[in-house]
């Protein structure tokens, strides 16, 4: 399974962005999908997934600003970014883990919030 992120740039505080994650190649094992992120000199942490059956989760941070979906007929996975702050500056990494409990990873977009 292959994952291409896209969607990351610059954006003042309070402003909104969308990133997308495409998934191509073994498709049928993607299960569960979610994107990570990493700032300057923090770990990975997670922001949110979503399972194969469209159940959702999300890091405290981000509730009731990012939300999450897939298109499972295109393969793609969305993060719909709102009142973003620069502490959501971070590189945004997108995942999935498959029904053999494989994990993959995207390369990565970058997201920078001006204040």
């Known amino acids: 399974v292959q994952l291409q992120a896209s969607g990351g740039g610059l954006v003042q505080a309070g402003g909104s962005l969308r990133l997308s994650c495409a998934a191509s190649?073994?498709?049928?094992?993607?299960?569960?999908m979610g994107w990570y992120r990493q700032a300057p000199g923090m770990s990975r942490e997670l922001v949110a997934y979503i399972t194969g059956g469209g159940s959702t989760n999300y890091a405290e941070s981000v509730k009731g600003r990012f939300t999450i979906s897939r298109d499972n007929a295109k393969n793609t996975m969305y993060l719909q970014m709102n009142s973003l702050k620069p502490e959501d500056t971070a590189v945004y990494y997108c995942h999935t883990q498959t029904i053999y409990y494989d994990d993959y990873w995207g390369q990565g977009t970058l997201v920078t919030v001006s204040s």
């Open positions: 190649g073994n498709t049928f094992r993607v299960n569960r």
